[in-house]
């Protein structure tokens, strides 16, 4: 079946920290790869995605790469801000659903 | 070009009651997406709608149904509530159902079974 495992949180780090949440999935087919961001009181927007082996995706100084041989598409960010603090998703597509992790809650601190 | 817009926001229901959700695509997408997050979860998948007809279902009962309309808009009921059923109800719409398309999503609608 299909399912997704992400770093259980809350994480909470110091303005300008390196970020990393990590996240596996497992998947019937071969999937594309989501990170989703849930701001307070907001639904989920997407960050990045990856659609084939060795991708990276990349937005607003956050990165992941489609690693097919682990399984993973661990998130990083060199140097988190405080209006990053939100709850993030990893995610797959199969093409008829996305199948979600539980999120990572992300606190960041002046 | 508009987003997703869900309504109501917010909605108090009792044990036992019905309840309609309703969901307005982002223009000129043709599939859209239902899913239940319950607090402190990630998002589960409820069903999808394609060009009005269902197109895939997840692990829930059959007193959540849904429609599409048309214009693409959608509509999830849900009969009898119960107490688990509280949660945010998401819906998403993309432009295709392919594996490569993201999908956007509504700010949700807050149901609480009392």
């Known amino acids: 079946g299909n399912s997704v495992t992400q770093m259980e949180g809350p994480v909470t780090l110091s303005e300008e920290a390196f970020l990393t949440i990590n996240c596996t999935y497992t998947?019937?087919?071969?999937?594309?790869l989501f990170w989703y961001v849930q701001y307070p009181g907001e639904g989920l927007q997407l960050l990045l995605k990856a659609t084939k082996a060795d991708d990276k995706g990349s937005n607003k100084g956050f990165e992941a790469t489609y690693r097919k041989e682990t399984t993973s598409f661990h998130l990083e960010k060199g140097s988190v801000q405080v209006s990053d603090s939100a709850v993030y998703f990893c995610?797959?597509?199969?093409?008829?659903?996305?199948?979600f992790g539980t999120g990572t809650s992300l606190t960041v601190i002046p | 070009e508009t987003g997703v817009t869900q309504s109501p926001t917010h909605l108090i229901k009792t044990r036992g009651q019905q309840v309609t959700l309703r969901c307005s695509s982002q223009s000129g997408h043709n599939t859209v997406s239902w899913y239940q997050q319950a607090l402190g979860q990630g998002p589960q998948f409820i069903f999808q709608?394609?060009?009005?007809?269902?197109?895939g279902r997840g692990n829930f009962p059959p007193r959540f149904s849904g429609l599409q309309f048309p214009n693409y808009s959608s509509e999830l009921n849900v009969n009898a509530l119960e107490l688990d059923d509280s949660a945010l109800y998401l819906c998403a719409s993309s432009l295709a159902r392919d594996r490569n398309t993201e999908a956007f999503f509504g700010q949700g609608t807050r149901l609480t079974v009392v």
């Open positions: 998947a019937t087919g071969y999937p594309s």
């Open positions: 995610a797959t597509n199969t093409g008829n659903q996305f199948y």
């Open positions: 709608y394609y060009r009005e007809e269902e197109n």
